[in-house]
């Protein structure tokens, strides 16, 4: 009773805007109770696709908590998201009206324990050694140990039935393996780089598997997989292969079109085999390259060049200050030399959220098996019942 009363004051004390760092998101409404019935927090884990500013006091050159990163987020504030404004997760947040989730390594991811939390770190990726070289960083497995402290914590405060029911309602956003290509396999950055691609595939997915086993085994049932976008298409990747006609490095792509293909099918037998499961695999390729390809269908004038960085599409250095951004953000579907930018995201989120996506193909996809998966709008709507 005393837990149930003090867990009601603690909620009636959070003021109803209340977001990390940020309390009006593009004037969303943010109060919880207008999310959906039942989806009470979003829980994030991945790269910096996703991180809010679990790196910020962290020693590594992964970090994006100062000018210009965040000029165009409503605070204006650097967080530690590598966007000029909201990333994709953010978006995804907004759209499930709920309440920015505070970074994990943050202090109000203690005062605030029923809000979600976010445990993306920049620099992470499935295998453990992914990104070592960037400096410390909240690997894989790490975010997942961190969740189990948090379902604890969740346990303490709630009780046990009220937190499975939490945590079997909400969302979790996962965005990974980006890096276990940029900043691993394709870098020969570890000794599982010197596998054939094959199996190192093999290698990320058995090992990415038995991480979705242990959210599973903790009370998760719906769950966002996001699938890795062309990361070939991406700047840095330009300005490395000296392209002057801006293509996008095909042999990058195809690595990780494997991947997506392979996540695809296992996602499919993952849910067969795990009763109540409902982890989606949610395609990024398609919207990505169709902004890197055709950047004036969604309103931008360039789809190859990162708005702050230097050298050959703006890919040749991380982006350090104010003085390299670009004249137009808006115009660019790239902010640096990995990232998509603020606008760039939100028609990434949306593609996640409400896409007509039953996964089809991607492009130069091995697979031709179409497979249908919920949209995150419908992951929501799932009224569930067994704990
Ligand atoms: C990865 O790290 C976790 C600890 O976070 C450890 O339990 C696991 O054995 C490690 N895996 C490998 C393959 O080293
Ligand atoms: C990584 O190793 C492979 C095989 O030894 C080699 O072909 C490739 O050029 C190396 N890449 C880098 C970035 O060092
Ligand atoms: C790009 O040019 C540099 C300098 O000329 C060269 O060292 C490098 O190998 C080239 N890269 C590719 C992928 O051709
Ligand atoms: C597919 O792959 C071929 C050859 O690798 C490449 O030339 C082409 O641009 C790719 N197309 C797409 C849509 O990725």
Redesign the pocket.
Known sequence: MFQLLSTVIVLALIPSQWSWGNPMIDGVNAQTNNAPRDVPAIYLFGDSTADSGNNNEMLTIARANFPPYGRDFDTRHASGRFSNGKMTSDWITDFLRLPLAPPYMSPEAQMFPFQGANFASAGAGILNNTGNVLGQKISGWQQIELFLQRRNELIAKMGVDAASTHLRDSILYIATGGNDYIHNWITNDTDAALLPHDQFNNLLLTTFENQLQVLYNAGARKVAVLGIGPVGCAPHFLWLSNTTTG??M??V??YVSQFNDGLREMLVRFNQQHQGAHFVYRDIWNTV?SMAKFPQNYGFTNGDTACCGLDHYGGGSRCLSPSMVCENPPANVWWDEYHPSHRANNFIARQIWSGVDPSTTT??STSTTVYSFLTVQQLAALELTDV
């Open positions: 293509e996008c095909e042999t792509n195809q390259y492009h130069n």
